[in-house]
């Protein structure tokens, strides 16, 4: 069955903390990985997309990493700005042709100050 | 550039009442447009997809159904309304150029509480 599991569930980190969330995934013909920040009671941002293994890409304090079984993102100096939920998605490919997208929990993120 | 405008952003009604949820696109064309209900401490459950007028395919059996009346325009409806119909409702749409047409863009939400 394709799963998208995500861990921690929760994480708290003292600003300047750099830490990493795991994004680990059972997919057949995964056609993309998605990572997005979503705040309390707002919809999802587009964070980043990776499409094969040993893809990196970077925003700000934020890097994404990719293998052929796990995502993770890293956090690197976290401010109390990058609190919020971050959600992990796949797109998967079916035999149909057509494609579906298979989101995890989430791993809430809090950076005190 | 594109944008996506769902409404309304919080909304209460009774059990056994009618809803209607509107979403739109705005600056593209043909975008597949998608509806999903988040529950607390769960991922997103996709309810509808469609790729095309008149070609919406449903996910979950509900008392929810959705229509397509314009390209860009998706909405989310239910007769009568349950109490497992409270949530926090989705809507996404994708299909921009080259290999960003795979990335879901989400509206900003409607949380829904049925009383």
């Known amino acids: 069955e394709d799963q998208v599991t995500q861990s921690p569930e929760a994480l708290r980190l003292q600003e ?4 990493s969330l795991n994004c680990s995934y059972t997919v ?18 587009f964070l980043f997309t990776l ?34 939920t971050y959600l992990c998605a796949v797109q998967a490919l079916l035999a149909s042709g057509t494609y579906k997208y298979i989101f995890g929990t989430g791993t809430r993120l809090k950076v005190l100050a | 550039s594109q944008t996506i405008h769902q409404w309304p952003a919080t909304l209460v009604q009774p059990v056994g009442s009618p809803l209607s949820l509107e979403c739109t696109v705005e600056g593209t064309s043909n975008p597949n447009l998608y509806w999903y ?10 309810l ?8 919406i395919s449903s996910e979950v059996p509900q008392n929810l159904s959705a229509s397509r009346p314009q390209d860009r325009q998706f909405i989310l409806s239910s007769k009568k309304l349950l109490l497992s119909d409270s949530g926090f409702y989705l809507c996404a749409w994708t299909g921009g150029v080259q290999l960003a047409k795979n990335i879901q863009y989400f509206g900003a939400g409607t949380r829904l509480s049925v009383l």
Request: aromatic letters at 10%; a positive charge.
């Open chain 1, 28 to 45: 057949s013909g995964l056609r993309g990985l998605f990572w997005y920040r979503q705040d309390p009671g707002k919809g999802p941002e």
């Open chain 1, 51 to 84: 499409y094969s293994a040993g893809e990196e890409k970077e925003k700000e304090r934020l890097k994404a990493t990719l293998t052929k079984k796990e995502s993770f993102l890293h956090i690197t100096a976290p401010k109390p700005e990058d609190s919020a």
């Open chain 2, 48 to 55: 509808f997809y469609s790729i095309g007028i008149d070609q």
């Open chain 2, 37 to 46: 209900r988040q529950a607390a401490g769960r991922g997103l459950q996709l």
């Open chain 1, 16 to 19: 300047g903390e750099s830490s």
